[in-house]
């Protein structure tokens, strides 16, 4: 009756393991495998002969139907991945701007196509003139980007109108002030990025400036000069001077006795409100040709090369010449944007106009009737834009429908390919589901799959065009010249 368990045996044994190694086998062919092989690839030749003899025709027809047909033209292999649809990459904004319900006013990408800077302000009711506002810029190619904390806000004492960043130079941009204003700001610097302004004297606009452009600086290959335009009709071009100021360098005014007109146009009511200027576009074949739209809704072909002293104007410390040397047929209001083609030729020099009527007209400069009028949207078109890489494209910012925010309109942002149809648009993009409009859009030039937009609600969206809309064809300049040749005639 003992609890101890018996003894267990155990018992060790070694275990051998086997190596193995492999050993290639040449193997000779033999002599009768070889002539089995050439047995088999031998040809019937007169079969052949006689197959093709009757299929010749038949084949000869096809191949001549293929030489003529264009199906391939303009095919290009791309070896780059392609994107299938338009997609929303980011949406930026700025809480304390979106607070005291600011409108995003102007997108602008900065020269290494990096950067996208938005101004705030008011393109409606408010009190305009009193109201802070904000320059902000992100870096899309920064990690950790934060949509919603901008890497740099500059404080503005006046609602920003516009904005464009230096050709060149990554961190420089300037502004235009509801006050009439320009200032430059150095985005390196972030405590005090203001290095130029024009101030506030008798050379300033009178009326909100809206629309900034850099000019090249022919004396000065280091510098550049600003120009800007007004609902004043004054178009201003500024140099830097050495105490931080802007001063003014020459001018323009546009007054409605010195606008040339074609006896084709409606008989219209001239006054100063016909020419407030509300934008330009620089030609891309002559830098010295310039279009801009007025609020009587008509667009203007101007040249910075008129001599012509403009009538009536005074207070300025330089002298203003009238530039305008063509009207074109107007639109049903007045126009908010213009934009020139990129794409030149000699024979064929187009742009874009759009405004309140909703309608998008194609122009050549060489005749004051639109090539095509498009009825894009019911209510305002705010900005128009042509793609910067597909001559046959462009994108269109409007408002449509309602919205129960601020009882305007919801925001679509319009692609236009010509290629597709010459009537409608390829794509109507909504910014955002029940918001207000979108009141300005930019291309990326350097990454040209980038399209930026922003709204009355103060965002501001990056979308990433689908392949369609940014691989061009070898055809399509000419086909750009068809249609306008086809409707001209």
């Known amino acids: ?20 190694q492999d050993a290639s086998v040449q193997t000779d062919q033999s002599k009768d495998a070889v002539q089995d092989f050439q047995q088999e690839v031998q040809v019937d030749y007169s079969s052949l002969l006689a197959f093709l003899r009757k299929v010749e025709d038949a084949v000869i027809k096809e191949l001549n139907k293929n030489w003529k047909s264009r ?16 997609l929303c990459l980011h949406t930026l904004s700025y809480p304390e701007a979106q607070d005291q319900n600011l409108q995003v006013t102007s997108v602008s990408w900065n020269a290494t196509g990096s950067v996208v800077a938005c101004s705030y302000g008011r393109l409606d009711g408010g009190d305009w003139s009193t109201e802070k506002s904000y320059v902000c810029t992100w870096n899309l190619d920064r990690r950790g980007l934060n949509p919603q904390r901008p890497d740099l806000v500059v404080d503005v004492p006046s609602s920003v109108m516009c904005l464009a960043f230096h050709p060149s130079q990554p961190s420089l941009i300037a502004g235009g002030l509801f006050s009439g204003e320009l200032v430059v700001w150095d985005t390196s610097r972030t405590e005090d990025p203001v290095i130029w302004r024009t101030g506030l004297t008798d050379d300033t606009h009178s009326d909100p400036v809206y629309q ?7 004396k000065h290959r280091n510098h550049a000069r600003l120009l800007s335009v007004s609902t004043d009709g004054k178009i201003l071009v500024w140099r ?33 409100a016909a020419v407030g200027v509300t934008s330009l576009s620089f030609s891309h074949f002559d830098p010295r040709m310039f279009i801009v739209g007025v609020e009587g809704g ?7 090369a008129a001599e012509t002293l403009a009538l009536q104007r005074t207070g300025s410390s330089v002298p203003l010449r009238a530039p305008a040397e063509l009207a074109f047929s107007p639109h049903g209001g007045p126009v908010y944007s213009v934009s020139c083609s990129p794409f030149h030729r000699q024979v064929l020099n187009l742009f874009l106009s759009c405004g309140t009527d909703g309608q998008v007209h194609l ?3 060489l005749q004051t009737q639109p090539l095509v009028s498009l009825q894009l949207s019911k209510k305002y078109l705010f900005c128009v834009r042509w793609s910067p890489v597909r001559p046959l494209v462009f994108a269109a910012a ?11 309109f919801t925001g679509d942002v319009h692609l236009f390919d010509f290629e597709k149809s010459s009537q409608k648009p390829a794509l109507s993009i909504k910014q955002a589901v029940g918001e207000c ?10 990454q040209t799959q980038l399209l930026a937009a922003g709204d009355a609600t103060g965002t501001v969206k990056v979308w990433q065009l689908s392949s369609d809309f940014t691989e061009q064809g070898p055809r399509e300049m000419i086909h750009l010249e068809q249609l306008a040749s086809e409707i001209t005639d």
């Open 363 to 365: 122009h050549s400069i």
């Open 212 to 218: 900034v452009n850099w000019l090249p600086d022919a």
């Open 437 to 446: 409009p979108v009141y300005c859009v930019e291309f990326n030039i350097k």
């Open 398 to 408: 409007s408002g449509e429908g309602n919205c129960n925010k601020c009882f305007c």
């Open 298 to 304: 008509y667009s203007l072909k101007c040249s910075t």
């Open 71 to 86: 199906a391939f033209d303009g095919f290009e292999v791309n070896w780059t991945d392609q994107n299938e649809t338009v």
């Open 240 to 272: 830097e001077a050495r105490d931080g100021r802007l001063a003014l360098a020459e001018g323009f005014a546009m007054m409605a006795q010195q606008i040339p007109r074609s006896t084709q146009l409606k008989k219209f009511a001239w006054g100063e």
């Open 1 to 20: 009756k003992s609890c101890q368990t018996g003894k267990i045996s155990t018992t060790e044994t070694a275990v051998q393991s086997y190596t193995s």
